[in-house]
């Protein structure tokens, strides 16, 4: 079982890509298989890591891809599972649905747990139904505070 770990908290602007980035090349620079999962509409992980994948977690959570399938490597022990504005989509559905709402990320990211040493997930700011998928899923947490009072009223 990997180390599943959301960096996460609900203000923007404080480090949270930054850190997921950092965090996931550096466990990969040590030989940990790592997989970067970008939750976000705006898939900064991606361009910060000099990607842009055709498919990436839209496509795995609206079940188009395989889950194993589309990860892509951008360098030795560290792939990513791009966001992107396709998750906006994802999002209202899994708002929508009756049961288990809270758990679609951890049903589809499950079968690729055996696959990789640490998962680290990048997250948005604010709270929403990929907040608490997040949340759902990961074993801990990392939530990176700039030490201003907005930022750590933010992490209460």
Do not use: C, F
Not at 73 to 78: D, G, Q
Not at 109 to 137: E, K
Request: no cysteine; glycine share 8%.
């Amino acid at each position: 079982m990997p180390r599943i770990i959301a960096i996460s908290i609900t203000k923007g602007g404080v480090g949270k890509t930054t850190t997921a980035v950092n965090l996931s090349a550096g466990l990969a620079e040590a030989g940990r298989r790592v997989l970067l999962v970008d939750t976000d509409t705006q898939a900064q992980a991606s361009r910060a890591l000099g990607v842009n994948p055709e498919v990436g977690l839209a496509e795995v959570l609206n079940d188009e891809v395989p889950a194993a399938m589309a990860p892509v490597e951008v360098r030795k022990n560290l792939q990513i599972l791009a966001g992107g504005q396709k998750l906006a989509n994802i999002k209202r559905g899994i708002a929508q649905m009756e049961m288990r709402s809270e758990a679609v990320l951890a049903d589809t990211l499950n079968h690729v747990n055996d696959l990789y040493d640490y998962i680290i997930l990048d997250t948005s700011p604010g709270w929403d139904t990929m907040q608490v998928n997040v949340l759902v899923y990961a074993t801990e947490v990392l939530a990176p505070v700039l030490l201003e009072g907005l930022a750590v009223h933010g992490l209460g």
